[in-house]
């Protein structure tokens, strides 16, 4: 069974620009969650999507979006790039019928910003 | 105050030995608990989950929670070299996947 995946793996911007970074799950998982992984403030939960509805959203700026598609894939946007913004961003996904916070990470996106 | 603390470490122990890694929550109405091991350059994988107070084992780990010392531990019985990688512990007070992280500890184990 594939893991989750998450596309692309490395990607470079500069401030300003946006981006657009895709996850699909494991097959049969609904719950999709997106985490932002730096040396300095660790793992930070982004949001959270269950049948293409947000289900919760943790504390980072409107530039951060995302969204679920019928397919249970995701995806999130960070818009108007900032240095800050550079870390790498994990995706997971959760069972149907799985115990909360019991989440299968993908590989993450890296994203760096110039 | 960070919300789950955790000692950086690194933690070094040698091989055959029990690991002790704690973690402390500022929560009181958190519910759910669970310790994440991640390697150098690869995602966190869980290892264990624990929802009521007392020890939970799962072979070499056992998970102890304490509500009332708003404390979760991780031991790691014989430990080996493969056990070398970073330990989070993060929990949650709700139903969704909404994870709350420490900044994790670094174990060593040395041959």
């Known amino acids: 069974k594939a893991g989750v995946t998450q596309t692309p793996r490395y990607l470079i911007k500069t401030r300003g620009q946006q981006v657009t970074l895709s996850c699909s799950p494991i097959s049969g998982h609904r719950s999709v969650s997106w985490y932002q992984q730096t040396p300095g403030q660790g793992l930070q939960f982004l949001f959270e999507?269950?049948?293409?509805?947000?289900?919760n959203k943790g504390n980072f700026p409107g530039r951060f979006s995302g969204r679920q598609f019928s397919n249970s894939r995701s995806e999130m946007n960070v818009s108007t790039l900032e240095l800050g913004d550079s870390a790498l961003y994990l995706c997971?996904?959760?069972?149907?019928?799985?115990?909360?916070?019991?989440?299968?990470f993908g590989e993450g996106s890296r994203l760096t910003v110039l | 105050q960070k919300e789950v603390e955790q000692n950086s470490g690194p933690l070094s122990v040698p091989e055959g030995a029990i690991a002790s890694l704690n973690c402390t929550y500022s929560d009181r109405g958190s519910q759910s608990f669970f310790w994440y091991r991640q390697y150098s350059g690869k995602s966190p994988e869980l290892i264990m989950s624990?929802?009521?107070?007392g020890d939970k084992e799962d072979g070499r780990f056992t998970a102890q929670l304490n509500k009332a010392s708003q404390y979760v531990s991780l031991l790691i019985r014989d430990s080996q070299p493969s056990d070398s990688a970073t330990y989070l512990c993060?929990?949650?007070?709700?139903?969704?996947?909404?994870?709350?992280f420490g900044g994790g500890t670094r174990l060593m184990v040395k041959p």
């Open positions: 624990i929802y009521s107070n």
């Open positions: 993060a929990v949650t007070r709700g139903a969704g996947n909404m994870l709350t």
């Open positions: 997971a996904s959760m069972p149907q019928g799985g115990s909360p916070g019991e989440l299968f």
């Open positions: 999507y269950f049948s293409e509805t947000q289900r």
